[in-house]
C-alpha cells in the first residue's frame, strides 16, 4: 500500500485489488481509498468503504504490482485518482 495526498490535501491510499479466476493474467488490479476508509483494509482490494478501482490497471503477480505501487511518483497517483473519481456516477 502506498499513502499520497491529492490537490486538496485529503489523504489517499492505493492498493493492490485481487480477481479470483482460472486465468492468472491480469488477476492483480489498482485499488484506491480514503486513508481514513483503508484503516479496515485488508490488503484485497474488497473491503467495503468507498475503494475506487481502476481494472484496466492490471499486473500478473502481486509482487509486480507492489513494487509498481512502491515506485510511482505522486503525480502519477493523482492522476489515477482522477481518474478513477471522473468514472463514478455523480449521484454517488
Request: no cysteine; glycine share 10%.
Amino acid at each position: 500500500m502506498r499513502t499520497f495526498q491529492d490537490e486538496d490535501g485529503q489523504r489517499w491510499v492505493a492498493s493492490v485489488g485481487f480477481r479470483p479466476g482460472r486465468d492468472y493474467q491480469g488477476r492483480y488490479f489498482f485499488v484506491v481509498r480514503r486513508e481514513e476508509e483503508a484503516a479496515g483494509d485488508t490488503g484485497d482490494g474488497f473491503s467495503e468503504g468507498g475503494a475506487l478501482s481502476l481494472p484496466e490497471i492490471r499486473w500478473n503477480s502481486e509482487k509486480t504490482a507492489r513494487r509498481t505501487l512502491e515506485t510511482m511518483s505522486e503525480v502519477e497517483l493523482r492522476r489515477r485518482l482522477r481518474s478513477a473519481r471522473g468514472r463514478v456516477p455523480a449521484s454517488e
